[in-house]
Structure formats: C-alpha cells, structure tokens
C-alpha cells in the first residue's frame, strides 16, 4: 500500500503536518491539539525513518504522534530537549538535553533513548521513564550526539575516547563488544546485510591520516584499509547496501593557496578488501558534493571550479557519465534511481536540471527555484520540495513543490521558517507507474503565485557598455561551459605580472599607446637593468630602495670631487668642458622658470595678498641676482680662482653646488627680512625667531664671498 505524500514544517511558534497531493491540507487529527498554539521555541522535529511517526521537542515535553491519522502516541516529560531522532524502524527514539551538572558537580546523563513501541501513555507519566527509558549517556557534544544503528537495530554503537563502544539494541546498560582504535575521531557502521564498521584517524606526529574497515564482532585486523595525507576530516558515505565507502577527505587549510577552504580528495574502499584506490578527477577544484545512487551500483560527484563538472562513477570508481558544464554544487538521486538533480544553491542561482537516468540520461526540465535552503525528493520519486528557511534568510520563507517534469504544483509563504522535511518511507511500496504521466493538477496557491511571477520581456545578461551591445561576446569574456577558456589557479600572488584570471587572460592592464608592459626589476630593452637592480633590491621596500640610491649618487658625488682632474684652458684661461656652453639667452630662460616655480610655490603658501606680493617681488629680485652671478662667475674670476670655481660636482637635480648655496642664503635672507616685518608689527616672535634674525650679519658676509651684491 502506497503511504501518501506527505510534509512537515516548523515555524518559531508552531509545528505544521501537511497531506500533499492531491489534497494539500493539514493532517485532520494535528488540528485538534494545542500545540498549534505553543507557548516558547520549538527546536526541532523529525519523522521516523519508517514514516510512521513524527515528533517534535517543545521547551517542557516532547510528542510523538502518529503520522497517519495525527493522534498522539507518547509524551516525553523532558524540558530542554534540544535534538530528537529515531532508531531506522522506529522501535526507539533519543533525546540530547545541553550538558549540565547535578548537585554534587558530576555530568548528568543527558543522552537518553526511549523505547517507542509499547511505551506507556500521558495517563502513567510516573511508571513511564522506569519502563521506557533503555539507555542513558553523557554526551557533551551536539555533533554527532545520537546512536548509529544498524538497519535492522540488533546493534548500535558510540564513539568515546579512543574507542568505539557495541550494545545490543534493546539493551544499552552494558557494553557488548569494543574496537579500540588509538586517536579516532569518527565512524560509521554500514548498513545492510554487511556488518562493518569504518573508522577514521586524522594525521598526527608525521603519520599520515587512515580510514579502516573492520568486520564486527571480529577486531582483530581490519579487512580494509586506506592511507593518505591532507585529510584533517572525513565524511564517510555507504552505499546502501555496504558494500562500499566512499571517503571525501578535506584539509582545513590549502597550502598552495588555490582555495580559501582547504583541498579536498576523494577515495574509494571496498567492505571485503578487494580494492581500494583514489577516484580521480579531470578537473581542477574543489568537491562540492558526493552521493550514492540508491541502486548502489553507482555514484555522482561535482567538482571542479565553476562551471563545476558533474560525473557519474561505477562502483569502481570508473568515469561512466559527464554532464555539461554548469554552475551547480549539489547532487541528489531520486529514491527509486531513475532521476538525479543537479542543482546551484548558496551563492548561485538555484537553477536545478533535472535528468533521466533510464533514457541515457536525458534532460527533463530545469527549475528556475529561486533561492531555496531545503531541497528534497518525496518518497514516490514524483515530487521535488524546495523551501527558503531561517536563518539563512529571514525574508521570502515558504514551501514550494515540483512535480518531475517541471510544473510549480503546491506555494506556501510563511514567516521564520525554520525546518521543512518529506514524510519518508519505503520506495518499494510506491506505486510503479510513469512519474511523468500524468502530470497533477497544481493546487490553487500555485496558479495565483505564477499569476504573481512576471516574466521577463528578454533574458537578463552581464552589463555591457553601449559600445559593445549588438557585437559578439569575446571567448575571453565567457564562462568555461559557454566556449571561453578554462578556469587556471597556481595559487602565486596577484601582483606578478603573469596570473592568468578565470577567462584566460592576462590581469595586467594594458594601455593604449604605451609600450610593452615588463615585469617588476626588469631592463627596458632586455639585459641588464639600467638602474642597476639586482636580486638583492627585490626584497628592499620602496623607501629603503629610495635611500640606497641617494647614498649611492652620494657616494658618486664625492669620488668625482677627489678623482676629477682639473680640465684644460684655453689660451685666454677659459676653461673646457665636454658640455657645450649654454647660450646667453637659454641661460635666461632657465632662470625665468625657476622664478616663476618659486613664485607659485610661495603664492600658495601665504594667505595675505601683502606678503604675496612681497615674496614674489623678492623672487624677481633674487632671481636676477641668480642670473647675474651665473653671468659672471664665468668672466669675473680667472686665475686661480677660475679652476677651483670651474671643477664644482653636479647634483643629480641639476646646477653646481655654488649656485644651491647660494639660493639657500638668499632664502634664510628673504626669512629674515620677513621675521624683522612681523616683529615691526608688533607680532611677538619665539626665541628661535629672534635669534635667526640675529644671525643676518653672517648671512650677508657669506653673500658678499660668494659675489652677491644685494
């Protein structure tokens, strides 16, 4: 017999039970209860694995009814109840309350498993925790909290320090059997006929990192193993038959720098020790997810940077199928086999493609989903769910349901929304005909949220400038799977000249009309560089490269001053030089442009147009005194003098150093000449003021050696 379709939601005040197709109303017995108006945060609800029952955990109890018909089955008179879970039959159910200590400062016992199956009702609340409780542990971890059970409950199993401990399920007072396995963090019983167990050891003290398989109750040695390095965590996927593991192993931290959320690895080992062998990939990336097929002979990986590649893989880990280029990241067979999703949730743009595995692996539709948080196959195969919950986003919280072929069948809008989850159940008992045919009727709330929904007049593209708009998309503009060239990461910095982006091309700007670019330090031309870098000014910062070179042209200026002959004369005494003579009137030129810099320099600095006037006056005159004693130093001194006053060093800046000294004078002068004004105003000046004014005698001597007649 066919269970109906069927969902249950949880919203911050209340807990909601939906029959789905065709009628799309609440379960007739839930309506009836009070818990339809709670008082505080319901934190969680679950179906059984079975689908016959479902609970819910309010602030004072938890409740369990049954699915069908909505009457309750058992009340649990536990406060605090943070998490709930079935045993796979429904025969039992666990509760984790938050760690906490009784009156003599020991942890109390927060884990504890209840028996469901002929538990005694709200009317014998005393006798019902002597009679229904069957276990009871500290679990101070919210992750991985609960029991894992085999399929058919004979055995179950937890994890405490360095070992996994075995109960019989009905009776979890005493320790059945144990593995011990020295620094294990995680594992998983199989399930199925097969009764193994796969534990995980990360990397410690240079070994590297292990997952093993052994068969209970013989511990002996495991029957498979696998060692790997870069594998800090695992998760570790049955099939459902458990015969095989598939590992994905994770680095919290990639080392080459290509990814900001480690490196991912995917390994394949069999229950009996027949093989082992890592699943190769043919594109570079992460893992973005991994599941089995429910027929168990196959699996589905996506990977790779986006567009991802999705691959179907035997049991051997043999590449049987590829899917196109896409931006996905999820992956999820439908529980009969016959379709899988492939969809792009998170950060993309919720499309999800729907194939046919039993025509060669034929498109069916794609869904345009928005941004759902949730997305589930029913029980039948026939129906996708997809809901937006909190707190992943607070705005547009609903339930939506997909038949396969693509059609908006059910819409429910909500506010905090929390959990949405299928009724599940057994795909053997659903009906075999065709999910595709016939397609339901959609309910009402569909028709009036597509009547909503506008359709856009044309496809929304990536912006493109006027310039560009009627012209064809160059390839590298475009995505790996519309044609342009395939992502490249080598995980080097930003800042070389060479890093190649996600479109194959070069992120060095180019400039229109300049030249070819360089790397950093590189000659222009090739060779040497005219600068003299070498290896060691690489790892100089700009100011320490700045002042390297300014001992160097120091260290310059002082060997040409000790090792520059004097140059020859001519017959009239004139002396040479391998620079031609400037003429007269460049010479006047030269001086007219620093005039006219110093004249805006000092512009800018004083705000009283007096004293603008004045320093612009003064560099006239300074100047023209600038360019007389240039004039005549030339023809003015001979002899003697004319070789000490013609072998001068050049500054890098340009002019001799006779000439930079003398402005500097002229400057402290004009300074001078500006403090003794202000103090003629009255202005009291400080201490340093007057004293610099002092010191103009010796100013105007130094003037007159060097020629200055002012």
Request: hydrophobic share 30%; aromatic share 8%; charged share 25%.
């Amino acid at each position: 017999m066919a269970l109906s379709t069927q969902f249950a939601y949880r919203k911050l005040k209340g807990i909601g039970v939906v029959n789905a197709d065709p009628v799309y109303e609440p379960l007739p017995g839930l309506t009836s209860l009070p818990i339809l108006r709670p008082e505080g945060n319901l934190r969680c609800c679950i179906y059984s694995p079975c689908g016959r029952f479902f609970a819910w955990a309010s602030p004072e109890e938890v409740t369990i009814i049954d699915a069908s018909i909505g009457s309750v089955i058992a009340t649990l008179p536990l406060p605090n109840v943070y998490e709930v879970e079935f045993s796979p039959r429904g025969t039992f159910i666990a509760t984790w309350e938050r760690p906490a200590k009784d009156q003599e400062g020991n942890a109390t016992k927060n884990l504890k498993v209840w028996r469901v199956v002929g538990a005694a009702t709200d009317a014998d609340e005393e006798g019902f925790e002597e009679k229904a409780v069957i276990g009871k542990f500290v679990q101070r971890s919210q992750s991985a909290w609960n029991l894992q059970y085999k399929s058919d409950e004979l055995y179950c199993a937890r994890m405490v320090t360095n070992e996994i401990q075995f109960y019989q399920g009905d009776d979890l007072a005493s320790v059945w059997n144990k593995l011990r396995v020295e620094g294990v963090v995680d594992f998983a019983l199989s399930p199925g006929d097969h009764h193994s167990v796969a534990v995980f050891i990360p990397e410690r003290k240079g070994q590297p990192a292990a997952v093993k398989v052994f068969n209970f109750p013989e511990f002996s040695a495991p029957v498979s193993q696998k060692t790997f390095f870069k594998g800090d965590k695992v998760q570790l996927k049955w099939n459902k038959l458990g015969t095989t593991l598939i590992v994905l192993a994770q680095t919290e931290v990639d080392k080459t720098g290509k990814s900001y959320y480690g490196e991912t690895n995917l390994y394949l080992l069999s229950a009996n020790g027949d093989f082992d062998s890592r699943v190769q990939l043919d594109k570079e990336g992460p893992i973005h997810d991994v599941t089995w097929s429910p027929n168990s002979k196959r699996f589905g990986v996506v990977y790779g940077y986006m567009p991802a590649k999705t691959t179907l893989f035997n049991a051997r880990g043999v590449a049987t199928h590829s899917f196109p280029l896409a931006p996905r990241n999820t992956i999820s067979f439908s529980p009969n086999g016959r379709f899988v999703l492939v969809a792009g949730f998170g950060n993309l743009a919720g499309q999800i493609d729907i194939y046919d595995c039993e025509k060669d692996y034929h498109k069916v539709t794609t869904l345009e989903s928005g941004n759902p948080s949730v997305c589930q196959w029913s029980v039948d195969g026939k129906f996708i769910l997809t809901a937006t919950t909190s707190p992943r986003l607070r705005v547009d919280n609903g339930v939506k349901i997909w038949h396969v072929g693509g059609s908006l069948l059910y819409n429910e809008d909500m506010t905090e929304l929390y959990d949405v989850i299928w009724r599940p159940g057994t795909p053997g008992l659903q009906t075999t005909s065709d999910p595709l045919h016939p397609i339901p009727t959609p309910h009402a709330s569909a028709v009036t949220y597509l009547g909503t929904v506008k359709t856009p007049s044309k496809p929304a593209g990536a912006y493109r400038p006027p310039g560009a708009r009627g012209q064809v998309t160059p390839l590298h503009f475009k995505r790996e799977d519309e044609g342009g060239a395939a992502h490249i990461n080598n995980g080097t910095s930003s800042s070389s000249g060479h890093i190649v982006n996600s479109f194959g091309r070069s992120k060095r700007r180019d400039v229109p009309g300049a030249g070819a670019a360089l790397p950093p330090g590189a000659a222009p031309g090739g060779g040497v560089s005219l600068t003299g870098t070498n290896e060691a000014d690489e790892g100089l910062s700009k100011a320490a490269l700045k002042n390297k070179k300014k001992r160097e042209a120091k260290k310059t200026k002082e060997t040409a001053g000790t090792s520059t002959p004097a140059p020859a004369t001519k017959g009239d005494g004139e002396a040479t030089s391998d620079k031609p003579h400037l003429s007269q009137e460049r010479k006047d030129r030269r001086g007219h442009i620093r005039s006219q810099s110093r004249n805006e320099l000092q512009s800018r600095s004083r705000s009283r147009p007096q004293r603008r006037d004045r320093s612009i006056r003064r560099s006239a005159e300074s100047a023209t005194a600038v360019d007389g004693f240039e004039q005549g130093s030339s023809a003015g001194k001979q002899g003697t003098e004319t070789a000490s006053a013609d072998v001068s060093v050049t500054s890098p800046n340009g002019g001799s150093l006779d000439q930079k000294k003398l402005r500097s004078l002229l400057k402290k002068l004009r300074a001078i000449e500006d403090l003794k004004m202000r103090m003629a105003g009255g202005e009291k000046l400080e201490d340093t003021q007057v004293k610099k004014i002092s010191s103009e005698d010796s100013v105007r001597k130094e003037l007159e050696e060097m020629g200055w007649n002012g």
